[in-house]
């Protein structure tokens, strides 16, 4: 009689067998012997074999039977590494106790006893082996431990029905054993216990506990069968947590901070373990089950990817030394001493896949899904390729476009110089667009432009300029109202720098009447050097204009005019003096431009004025914060408390703290219902603040964000990722366009005949020159540089894209 049990250790497999050998003695005693052998996977014979045929001793007694129980690798923190590690189990005859011994395998010839100590009962239940090593198991809803740094068998003080017992990837303390405590009746003949509802974590370092709801809620603890813990970060007394539960109803369950956040339907019944296979495409988690069933999960999709039955052994480990793991599935366990592997699948469902004594139908039928996977991702990666050709195909007729407008002015420059007259084709002819705001019948000069008269009444009335300086930039407000009832649309404003030069600038509105943020008008994608606020004016408003100081520095005036432009539906664009501005270094360096808010919220004359500049100048996000059917939180409370932020006296529905640069508009929609809209300008402080809102709100608390963030400043919207997309792929086709030129080689014969075979020649390198130029030849791997680069920047713009599109939707 002989027991096998396989580990994986550093790629290679070490084989523990137990078999039981006769005494030499006269009382004919049945003895045991306890041996091990590793074996390695070649991959050009697709088998494994033994470096040497040694069978290395572990164990050896005469008198007693012995049986492996347990075997897994386990950190063993005096060598700060993973050991193999085999609990047995040794019986003799006339004896109710059972001895037991915990052996680490260090090398190939160095096998360390670690502890041994005898019990009452047989180990049944529970049995780990985790750092230390320590050998933890159950009986009889209590816990009980033992490792080589404490003599004898300890018991927990908590009597608990167990979960879950292993390690958690924390600094401090690791051991965990998760479970709900045990609550015992007296005074009755039998023993009774009543489990509780509560799980509780118990830290075996320190005997500390905590709630067990911070790895899964208490509802399912009843239908816990295995799980494994992802992540682990212990944060102001809990622990945020990311963890898989495989449970009774056929469902793995992956957690978040207690939080159910996906399902998967598993295809057998009575799982066991749980393990992450790392692949070169992504990870896979290994589930276990009994009667040899396994199942590997995509964690992307957490969909099954493949199934196997009657598997004996499920080993997980990198056997071809290839930086990624493999899983080996062993479906017959050797039945000689020494005996190689000869039924097994060693697959990661990513390409990788070798088999020895299984038939072709069984490998291929395995890896149907993952080839079905490959073949989407293919289709994808083809549809891609072929928006990129189109791309191309489109640049490329850009750039003829380009060529012969060029030409065009080549032949131009030579007319002018040579005295004759040239004919100038219209723009609609050689396929060209104006980038201005103008009507088609009209002419691309200064005077379309149309000043107003004295005896026209303008339609706008200018009341005050006022300016502020935040960080590099300048931020000029036009307070204006209408004076009669002509509708005024396409309204923006311009700095002169050096007359008659503009600084590049962008312009939007905000209403005098109103004073949340989110009714500003934002505006529409950038042309030439000013946005312009494409909408109609029929009341008091402000026109806010964002401007660069650096320009202003280096012009020799301390004086800037403001330009006002606007359009009206009887006349052209209009453009007119509106007011000037005055920058003075020294006023920068004293801050008498920089705006008093946050830090002073009781300003009442100049504070709204603040308020706009710093909303022009601030990113915005909007967060509906749903408590599910419980009470909503004081979140007001909150941030007056904690977070001391105080409300403004000109804009009582905005909130700002002293400490950060941040405005918090908080509307409580329903009892369980609230909008928080934050305005930020360093993102370091946005996050400081979601730390902190996160810690603050209950569990049964849901943030989601129904706004996409608003940039002012740093980005431009779908207006400049498109441009910054555009840019890129013209440089990019720019650089696979070119050619180099090369020169061509001159007779220097005189003779006709010579001339004319030397013209042809020249002619036809000129030609052979021109295609090259048009249809380069590009190498395979800048081509493939070039098209992740175009992915890229496109997967940008289409994430911009879907951001501008969500706020199209009402917010709850």
Same mark, same amino acid.
């Given at each position: 009689?002989?027991?096998?049990?396989?580990?994986?250790?550093?790629?290679?497999?070490?084989?523990?067998?137990?078999?039981?050998?006769?005494?030499?003695?006269?009382?004919?005693? @049945?003895?045991?012997?306890?041996?091990?052998?590793?074996?390695?996977?070649?991959?050009?014979?697709?088998?494994?074999?033994?470096? $040497?045929?040694?069978?290395?001793?572990?164990?050896?007694?005469?008198?007693?039977?012995?049986?492996?129980?347990?075997?897994?690798?386990?950190?063993?923190?005096?060598?700060?590494?993973?050991?193999?590690?085999?609990?047995? @189990?040794?019986?003799?005859?006339?004896?109710?106790?059972?001895?037991?011994?915990?052996?680490?395998?260090?090398?190939? !010839?160095?096998?360390?006893?670690?502890? *041994?100590?005898?019990?009452?009962?047989?180990?049944?239940?529970?049995?780990?082996?985790?750092?230390?090593?320590?050998?933890?198991?159950?009986?009889?809803?209590?816990?009980?431990?033992?490792?080589?740094?404490?003599?004898?068998?300890?018991?927990?003080?908590?009597?608990?029905?167990?979960?879950?017992?292993?390690?958690?990837?924390?600094?401090?303390?690791?051991?965990?054993?998760?479970?709900?405590?045990?609550?015992?009746?007296?005074?009755?003949?039998?023993?009774?216990?009543?489990?509780?509802?509560?799980?509780?974590?118990?830290?075996?370092?320190?005997?500390?506990?905590?709630?067990?709801?911070?790895?899964?809620?208490?509802?399912?603890?009843?239908?816990?069968?295995?799980?494994?813990?992802?992540? /682990?970060?212990?944060?102001?007394?809990?622990?945020?947590?990311?963890?898989?539960?495989?449970?009774?109803?056929?469902?793995?369950?992956?957690?978040?901070? /207690?939080?159910?956040?996906?399902?998967?339907?598993?295809?057998?019944?009575?799982?066991?373990?749980?393990?992450?296979?790392?692949?070169?495409?992504? *990870?896979?988690?290994?589930? !276990?089950?009994?009667?040899?069933?396994?199942?590997?999960?995509?964690? *992307?999709?957490?969909?099954?990817?493949?199934?196997?039955?009657?598997?004996?052994?499920?080993?997980?480990?990198?056997?071809?030394?290839?930086?990624?793991?493999?899983?080996?599935?062993?479906?017959?366990?050797?039945?000689?001493?020494?005996?190689?592997?000869?039924?097994?699948?060693?697959?990661?469902?990513?390409?990788? #896949?070798?088999?020895?004594?299984?038939?072709?139908?069984?490998?291929?039928?395995?890896?149907?899904?993952?080839?079905?996977?490959?073949?989407?991702?293919? @289709?994808?990666?083809?549809?891609?390729?072929?928006?990129?050709?189109?791309?191309?195909? *489109?640049?490329?007729?850009?750039?003829?476009?380009? $060529?012969?407008?060029?030409?065009?002015?080549?032949?131009?420059?030579?007319?002018?110089?040579?005295?004759?007259?040239?004919?100038?084709?219209?723009?609609?002819?050689?396929?060209?667009?104006?980038?201005?705001?103008?009507?088609?019948?009209?002419?691309?000069?200064?005077?379309?432009?149309?000043?107003?008269?004295?005896?026209?009444?303008?339609?706008?009335?200018?009341?005050?300029?006022?300016?502020?300086?935040?960080?590099?930039?300048?931020?000029?407000?036009?307070?204006?109202?209408?004076?009669?009832?002509?509708?005024?649309?396409?309204?923006?404003?311009?700095?002169?720098?050096?007359?008659?030069?503009?600084?590049?600038?962008?312009?939007?509105?905000?209403?005098?009447?109103?004073?949340?943020?989110?009714?500003?008008?934002?505006?529409?994608?950038?042309?030439?050097?000013?946005?312009?606020?494409?909408?109609?004016?029929?009341?008091?408003?402000?026109?806010?204009?964002?401007?660069?100081?650096?320009?202003?520095? #280096?012009?020799?005036?301390?004086?800037?005019?403001?330009?006002?432009?606007?359009?009206?539906?009887?006349?052209?664009?209009?453009?007119?003096? +509106?007011?000037?501005?005055?920058?003075?270094?020294?006023?920068?360096?004293?801050?008498?431009?920089?705006?008093?808010?946050?830090?002073?919220?009781?300003?009442?004359?100049?504070?709204?004025? $603040?308020?706009?500049?710093?909303?022009?100048?601030?990113?915005?996000?909007?967060?509906?914060?749903?408590?599910?059917?419980?009470?909503?939180?004081?979140?007001?409370?909150?941030?007056?408390?904690?977070?001391?932020?105080?409300?403004?006296?000109?804009?009582?529905?905005?909130?700002?703290?002293?400490?950060?640069?941040?405005?918090?508009?908080?509307?409580?929609? #329903?009892?369980?219902?609230?909008?928080?809209?934050?305005?930020?300008?360093?993102?370091?402080?946005?996050?400081?603040?979601?730390?902190?809102?996160?810690?603050?709100?209950?569990?049964?608390?849901?943030?989601?964000?129904?706004?996409?963030?608003?940039?002012?400043?740093?980005?431009?919207?779908?207006?400049?990722?498109?441009?910054?997309?555009?840019?890129?792929?013209?440089?990019?086709?720019?650089?696979?366009?070119?050619?180099?030129?090369?020169?061509?080689?001159? +007779?220097?014969?005189?003779?006709?005949?010579?001339?004319?075979?030397?013209?042809?020649?020249?002619?036809? !390198?000129?030609?052979?020159?021109?295609?090259?130029?048009?249809?380069?030849?590009?190498?395979?791997?800048?081509?493939?540089?070039?098209?992740?680069?175009?992915?890229?920047?496109?997967?940008?713009?289409?994430?911009?894209?879907?951001?501008?599109?969500?706020? $199209?939707?009402?917010?709850?």
């Amino acid at each position: 009689m002989m027991a096998v049990q396989m580990l994986t250790v550093g790629g290679d497999v070490l084989v523990f067998q137990c078999k039981t050998v006769s005494s030499r003695s006269r009382d004919q005693r @049945r003895g045991s012997e306890v041996t091990f052998y590793s074996l390695t996977f070649n991959p050009d014979t697709r088998s494994f074999f033994r470096k $040497d045929h040694t069978m290395y001793p572990l164990h050896r007694d005469g008198s007693a039977e012995s049986h492996i129980v347990h075997c897994s690798c386990a950190l063993d923190v005096g060598q700060r590494r993973k050991v193999p590690c085999v609990l047995l @189990r040794l019986c003799r005859k006339r004896s109710s106790a059972f001895k037991y011994t915990l052996y680490s395998v260090n090398s190939l !010839t160095d096998a360390k006893l670690r502890v *041994d100590f005898v019990l009452p009962y047989e180990m049944r239940e529970n049995i780990s082996i985790v750092q230390g090593p320590t050998l933890v198991w159950c009986h009889e809803n209590t816990v009980c431990y033992v490792c080589s740094q404490t003599p004898g068998v300890k018991e927990l003080p908590v009597p608990m029905t167990v979960r879950f017992i292993g390690g958690l990837p924390l600094r401090l303390r690791k051991l965990v054993v998760l479970g709900s405590p045990v609550v015992s009746k007296e005074g009755l003949n039998e023993s009774l216990s009543v489990t509780g509802l509560k799980n509780t974590l118990y830290f075996m370092e320190d005997e500390r506990t905590l709630t067990g709801d911070c790895l899964v809620p208490d509802a399912y603890s009843s239908v816990i069968q295995c799980m494994a813990v992802l992540s /682990a970060d212990e944060m102001g007394g809990s622990v945020r947590s990311a963890v898989l539960v495989a449970t009774s109803m056929k469902q793995l369950v992956y957690f978040e901070n /207690a939080v159910p956040l996906d399902v998967c339907l598993l295809p057998y019944e009575h799982p066991q373990s749980i393990r992450t296979l790392h692949t070169v495409r992504n *990870d896979l988690f290994i589930i !276990t089950f009994s009667q040899g069933n396994v199942c590997a999960v995509w964690k *992307d999709s957490f969909q099954v990817g493949c199934c196997w039955t009657d598997v004996r052994v499920p080993l997980v480990d990198d056997f071809l030394g290839c930086g990624t793991d493999q899983i080996l599935l062993v479906f017959e366990e050797p039945r000689s001493s020494g005996e190689l592997l000869s039924n097994f699948l060693l697959t990661d469902l990513c390409g990788i #896949t070798y088999s020895c004594g299984r038939a072709d139908s069984d490998v291929s039928s395995a890896s149907d899904t993952a080839q079905e996977h490959h073949l989407l991702t293919v @289709r994808a990666l083809e549809s891609r390729l072929q928006s990129g050709l189109n791309f191309l195909e *489109d640049l490329q007729r850009d750039v003829d476009v380009k $060529d012969r407008l060029l030409h065009h002015v080549l032949v131009a420059l030579t007319d002018l110089t040579s005295g004759r007259k040239h004919a100038i084709s219209s723009p609609a002819q050689e396929g060209l667009v104006s980038l201005w705001d103008e009507d088609e019948d009209d002419e691309v000069h200064v005077s379309d432009e149309q000043m107003p008269t004295e005896r026209d009444e303008a339609p706008v009335k200018v009341l005050r300029v006022w300016q502020r300086v935040i960080g590099e930039s300048l931020v000029c407000g036009i307070v204006m109202a209408t004076t009669n009832d002509t509708c005024v649309r396409n309204m923006s404003a311009s700095v002169l720098a050096e007359c008659p030069v503009a600084v590049k600038s962008r312009s939007f509105m905000q209403r005098s009447s109103t004073s949340d943020a989110s009714e500003r008008c934002h505006p529409p994608p950038e042309k030439n050097i000013r946005h312009s606020a494409d909408i109609i004016i029929t009341s008091t408003f402000t026109l806010l204009t964002v401007t660069d100081l650096n320009p202003l520095f #280096t012009s020799s005036s301390g004086t800037y005019p403001i330009i006002l432009h606007y359009c009206t539906l009887t006349s052209a664009r209009v453009s007119h003096h +509106c007011g000037q501005i005055s920058v003075d270094i020294k006023d920068l360096h004293t801050g008498k431009m920089k705006p008093r808010l946050p830090q002073d919220t009781k300003l009442n004359t100049e504070s709204r004025d $603040d308020h706009l500049s710093l909303m022009a100048m601030m990113d915005s996000w909007c967060f509906l914060i749903d408590g599910c059917d419980h009470t909503l939180a004081d979140v007001q409370g909150w941030l007056r408390d904690e977070l001391h932020a105080e409300r403004l006296e000109a804009e009582p529905n905005y909130a700002a703290p002293p400490s950060a640069l941040l405005l918090f508009h908080w509307v409580r929609k #329903t009892p369980f219902q609230g909008l928080l809209t934050v305005h930020y300008r360093d993102e370091l402080d946005l996050l400081r603040f979601l730390n902190s809102l996160c810690d603050f709100l209950p569990a049964s608390h849901h943030v989601k964000l129904v706004g996409t963030p608003r940039s002012h400043g740093r980005c431009g919207g779908l207006s400049q990722t498109l441009e910054a997309e555009l840019q890129s792929i013209t440089q990019a086709v720019s650089s696979v366009l070119q050619c180099e030129e090369r020169g061509v080689k001159r +007779c220097s014969s005189d003779t006709s005949s010579e001339t004319l075979q030397r013209l042809r020649e020249e002619r036809q !390198t000129e030609m052979e020159r021109y295609n090259r130029r048009l249809r380069p030849l590009v190498d395979a791997a800048r081509y493939c540089r070039l098209m992740e680069s175009l992915i890229r920047t496109q997967m940008n713009g289409d994430v911009v894209a879907l951001r501008e599109a969500q706020t $199209d939707f009402p917010r709850l």
